[in-house]
């Protein structure tokens, strides 16, 4: 087909709450590496991994070639059937995975992976609360979007009851305007008023982001977490990781975003990156929590052979690469251009992010720090016409995000902050 007639069928034929980046959006039809073309021909680097999804780079060879050798010779089972690959990949993850995790059970997305562990942290615990974070998101599901923590991705009121919001660490906005360190992670502490005045005080679960993707890459102080999980873990209840966006080296120097604060959890969630764009969710328990499931449970397309074959050939590149080590001394490389970029450009309120997960929040006055969504949106358009692609988010769609696939090569990477320098120049 011709754009113009993709728009169209993309108009006529999909609900209209599938949304596209851009005015005119881009439509793709091939990939490598860090780079995509368009229907045009035109092409673009890709800054954002496929939202952090592309996590080596885009039809990587190593992991098309697993594909379409599983998909030779079995494309599908659903869990009523043990598969090498399926077990290859349960137990990588249980070696990867801090602590005592080792249990896993695999679905086809975050979503699902965040569901089958809340509903997992209730049966062990037998209690029913879930304690979530504001500017948190967890997918598109009842329940999901009951824990997701933006108006604009919530298209119903709560859905599920007993799940309510602490205030996250985003120190750039602190809700109670204080400053860090002096104010002694004052939202940590503030959970345990939240679990004392909003809850029956006992909470069967603390599910949160080490970085908040969709908030804007909101990336809490070193120890926040110690507290937060502190208190929780004080009323009986369990700590559940969400690393669907930050795991696997993404935020450097770690393989999970969790593990720079020093805190392990009792079940942790992944999705995205895992198998480099095929759809795979994965929720990891301590054994004695997943034990606490005694009925029948399965997934029909969670855990296929050729789902499998992705995970575990994008696993061993990843540690081929030994990417906690590459992506930290990239991430330096990006930081410290984002930096500089910061001291150039008075609308650059805050720098953010760890790695390869990285974000600028752009303001209309450093003082006041008003969002400037406008600003961000002009940025988005003006990176594409260099040949950029750019992530947004936060609560009012003023956060740039970026996160290039983590096998992206040095001069990629200077590319696209000169790119991104250029962008920023040209907007008013």
Not at 82 to 94: G, I, K, S, W
Not at 249 to 275: C, L, N, Q, S
Not at 295 to 307: A, M, Y
Request: glycine share 10%; hydrophobic share 40%; proline share 6%.
């Amino acid at each position: 087909m011709e754009r113009q007639e993709i728009l169209d069928k993309h108009q006529q034929f999909l609900f209209p709450c599938v949304a596209n980046y851009y005015q005119e959006p881009i439509i793709l039809t091939e990939g490598k590496g860090s780079r995509v073309r368009d229907v045009d021909g035109r092409e673009y680097l890709d800054f954002f991994g496929g939202i952090l999804t592309v996590s080596m780079g885009h039809c990587q060879p190593e992991v098309v070639e697993a594909i379409v050798e599983q998909s030779r010779r079995l494309g599908h089972v659903s869990t009523l059937y043990p598969t090498e690959n399926l077990v290859r990949a349960a137990e990588r993850l249980a070696k990867m995975t801090p602590g005592e995790l080792k249990s896993c059970f695999f679905s086809n997305s975050g979503t699902e992976a965040d569901e089958t562990a809340i509903m997992l942290a209730k049966v062990h615990t037998g209690r029913h609360e879930i304690i979530a974070l504001r500017h948190a998101y967890s997918g598109r599901s009842a329940l999901a979007t009951t824990i997701t923590a933006h108006s604009n991705w919530r298209p119903l009121p709560a859905a599920i009851p007993g799940i309510v919001h602490g205030h996250p660490a985003y120190c750039y906005r602190c809700p109670f305007g204080l400053s860090y360190p002096s104010c002694d992670v004052r939202c940590a502490h503030d959970l345990e008023e939240l679990i004392q005045t909003v809850t029956t005080g006992q909470p069967a679960a603390f599910i949160a982001e080490p970085i908040q993707g969709v908030g804007g890459f909101v990336t809490p102080p070193p120890e926040y977490f110690q507290v937060a999980v502190g208190i929780v873990r004080k009323y009986g209840g369990l700590f559940i990781c969400d690393e669907v966006q930050t795991g696997f080296g993404r935020t450097g120097g770690k393989w999970f975003g969790i593990e720079h604060y020093g805190v392990e959890p009792d079940i942790m969630t992944f999705a995205k990156g895992i198998a480099n764009g095929m759809p795979v969710g994965a929720t990891i328990a301590k054994p004695e929590i997943a034990a606490s499931m005694s009925g029948l449970s399965l997934s029909t397309f969670g855990g296929n052979p050729v789902s499998m074959a992705a995970t575990n050939a994008t696993l061993d590149l990843m540690v081929e690469h030994d990417l906690p080590t590459r992506v930290a001394r990239q991430g330096k490389v990006l930081r410290d251009h984002l930096e500089a970029m910061k001291e150039r450009f008075d609308f650059i309120g805050d720098v953010r992010g760890m790695g390869l997960m990285q974000a600028i929040e752009l303001v209309e006055d450093r003082q006041t720090k008003e969002p400037a969504a406008g600003k961000a949106s002009r940025l988005m358009e003006t990176a594409k016409e260099q040949g950029l692609l750019l992530g947004k988010g936060g609560r009012w769609g003023n956060v740039l995000r970026i996160a290039p696939p983590m096998l992206i090569d040095d001069d990629a990477l200077a590319e696209g902050c000169t790119k991104l320098e250029q962008a920023l120049a040209g907007v008013k």
